[in-house]
């Protein structure tokens, strides 16, 4: 009896594991650490697995309009996903909000930045990392407070981009930065703060950071792909991204 139950949990096993696929992901470097997360989860509930592709979203955009071969592209903003969606490389109907970024400006030193951003109006660092602004939303929304406070011409002069939010990060991260505008998701474990310092950048100093997620024509037929599509939108996963520092 033991060796035929033995025998029907293998070939279910085997079963699943034949219908498993794997589908390529175009992510927003903010989202990175999200995405290993819930492509964990997408294994260990349906064989599925995810082959990740992290960058600026602007870059995203071009290679997909380029010919790269994803299935499903998760934005950093509105406007890519719609974009492709015109241009007929998009799954109609299947785009929606996944998530809301919130900006931070952080250092790896932990008395470096204090609860208000007044570090911004000192002389008590060199270098500011940011995204490139023409090709990350975070870099853009980073601009977009600069500005707001008045601060251009003065941290101007201070400025590093860097190629993706990713880039940004690490350029702080490493020092070759003191301060950098961020995503909070980059910096968050658990919901609370990994290392260093932060000050949350009060939403009223830029647009919302609205992120979409998008099946692309590639994928229309990839079980994975749909698999992710749905997953994302169910109440647990929603819950895991909150944790990033995200609004859903």
């Known amino acids: 009896m033991f060796a035929r139950s033995l025998l029907f949990a293998c070939l279910f096993f085997m079963a699943g594991a034949?219908?498993?696929?794997?589908?390529?992901?175009?992510?927003?470097?903010?989202?990175?650490?999200?995405?290993?997360?819930?492509?964990?989860?997408?294994?260990?509930?349906?064989?599925?697995?995810?082959?990740?592709?992290?960058?600026?979203?602007?870059?995203?955009?071009?290679?997909?309009?380029?010919?790269?071969p994803f299935d499903v592209l998760l934005s950093a903003d509105t406007q890519a996903p719609a974009q492709l969606e015109a241009d007929g490389l998009a799954q109609p109907g299947t785009r929606f909000t996944y998530s809301t970024g919130k900006l931070v400006l952080w250092s790896a030193d932990a008395a470096k930045v204090d609860a208000q951003g007044v570090v911004l109006r000192s002389d008590e660092f060199r270098k500011l990392a940011i995204a490139n602004p023409k090709t990350a939303p975070y870099g853009a929304a980073a601009v977009e407070v600069i500005n707001k406070l008045g601060l251009s011409a003065t941290l101007t002069p201070k400025l590093v981009q860097g190629e993706s939010i990713g880039q940004a990060y690490n350029f702080a991260y490493t020092g070759n930065a003191q301060v950098a505008f961020v995503a909070m998701s980059q910096v968050l474990e658990g919901g609370r703060l990994k290392s260093g310092s932060m000050w949350v950048v009060p939403q009223h100093l830029y647009a919302p950071i609205r992120q979409d997620a998008v099946l692309l024509k590639t994928g229309a037929n990839n079980e994975a792909a749909l698999a992710l599509m749905k997953l994302l939108q169910s109440p647990s996963i929603k819950d895991l991204i909150r944790s990033y520092g995200y609004d859903i």
Do not use: D
């Open 18 to 68: 034949l219908h498993a696929a794997e589908t390529q992901v175009a992510v927003a470097a903010n989202f990175a650490e999200p995405i290993k997360a819930i492509g964990a989860v997408l294994e260990k509930s349906t064989g599925h697995k995810l082959k990740i592709t992290v960058g600026a979203t602007g870059r995203l955009y071009a290679q997909i309009r380029n010919g790269a």
